[in-house]
């Protein structure tokens, strides 16, 4: 079963309209729709946003069955020469920035301790042609000079609040995660939250006419 793990309402309503719902249930708090979309036996679970969140509703889908975890929605591009809005992309990889052991296992900023590394390595189905990316992922929304800074020392391409939370979780359950993000700003071009209220829409619409080929990849 494909278990939909996504942060916001706007953003999980784009498979819920695709959706036969056969049964809706709270789980750790979370709300999770069950039934069919696309052929497929899906369960959508409504997050919230962050990273705490994303990892409860990734331990919820899990426990209610999902063998493989899908997380998608609209997320900050950090570059125009490497994203561009409304576009779609796959994530390859994906760290959390605002995780920061450096002092006591020496590695790069966002190495969890039980990790080698600090990006961790998502799925990427070869039948989704879209462009790879790599994410991160901290509870912040911000135009930050030094956030951005710090971003592009860790080589990402794009930023969000959720999604390498969720694949940290899959890690560890031994289950695959895959991760696909519309753009609705990128940095540099005004204000990222001006940007977002203006762009969600058009960047939801063009993910939702993906949703089809992204579930009958899994």
Partial sequence: MIGAVIAMESEAEILLENMEIENIQTVYGK???FGKAFGKDVLLVICGVGKVNAAVGACAAILKGADVVLNFGVAGGLSPERTEISEVYLIEKAVQYDFDLTQI?????GTLNEETE??????APAELDYPRRALASGDRFN???SDHKLLTELRADIRDMEGAAIAQVCKGAGIPCVSVKAISDVY??????EQYGKNLRLALLNLK???KEILESL
């Fill in 31 to 33: 709300t999770v729709h």
């Fill in 118 to 123: 600090n990006y961790l390595p998502l799925y």
């Fill in 209 to 211: 006419a993906f949703l």
């Fill in 143 to 145: 135009d930050s000079l």
């Fill in 188 to 193: 540099g071009a005004g204000s990222t939250t």
């Fill in 105 to 109: 296992n020496g590695g790069e900023i």
